[in-house]
T-cell receptor, first 113, second 113 residues
């Protein structure tokens, strides 16, 4: 099955700086890669996603890049703010239909004031 | 904005007891999912459900688990005889179509004593 590795497990950045979180996946058939933000005591909230036919996608301060050849994708957050502090999960999904998401282990992002 | 709702938010049970976790997916969604997250670990896929039947299930989803859509709005996860290792946060999710974005509920924290 699919395996997703995520790094780093903890990331501390100064407010206003950029943060980058990286993930690799194992199955080249995976074609959908969402990123979720999870705040304490809440469910994962989708923040951005990308499909395998696209190399990059941006939404305001958040961007995701995908390198299908290398089987890795990254989340980029620019101009970080205190409210960006949370745990971020990457995920990958094989095919379509009702296939489940395979999640990475998460990155605890800490924004230092 | 429509959201996935889960009840109860916290469930405490004795080992060996049956529990039912309840979810109301977003109303026009057709695909339903259960995931779980053991404290401090990644989110793991349990099962997906479409057209009143299970579409896919993981190794975790063994014979003690079952899912049901008893009416047009609810989606339930039953654990027949709970074990200590079933203690986790259980998330329900839904999507409009199998290839579309998943939206998660806030979860039910299950504690098995």
């Amino acid at each position: 099955g699919e395996n997703v590795e995520q790094h780093p497990s903890t990331l501390s950045v100064q407010e206003g700086d950029s943060a980058v979180i990286k993930c690799t996946y194992s199955d080249s058939a995976s074609n959908y890669f969402p990123w979720y933000k999870q705040e304490l005591g809440k469910g994962p909230q989708l923040i951005i996603d990308i499909r395998s036919n696209v190399g990059e996608k941006k939404d305001q301060r958040i961007a995701v890049t995908l390198n299908k050849t290398a089987k890795h994708f990254s989340l980029h957050i620019t101009e970080t703010q205190p409210e960006d502090s949370a745990v971020y999960f990457c995920a990958a999904r094989l095919g379509g239909g009702a296939d489940g998401l395979t999640f990475g282990k998460g990155t605890h992002l800490i924004i230092q004031p | 904005e429509p959201e996935v709702t889960q009840t109860p938010s916290h469930q405490v049970t004795q080992m060996g007891q049956e529990v039912i976790l309840r979810c109301v997916p977003i109303s026009n969604h057709l695909y339903f999912y259960w995931y779980r997250q053991i404290l401090g670990q990644k989110v793991e896929f349990l099962v997906s459900f479409y057209n009143n039947e299970i579409s896919e299930k993981s190794e975790i989803f063994d014979d003690q688990f079952s899912v049901e859509r008893p009416d047009g709005s609810n989606f339930t996860l039953k654990i027949r005889s709970t074990k200590l290792e079933d203690s986790a946060m259980y998330f329900c999710a839904s999507s409009r179509a199998g290839w579309e974005k998943l939206f998660f509920g806030s979860g039910t924290q299950l504690s098995v004593l």
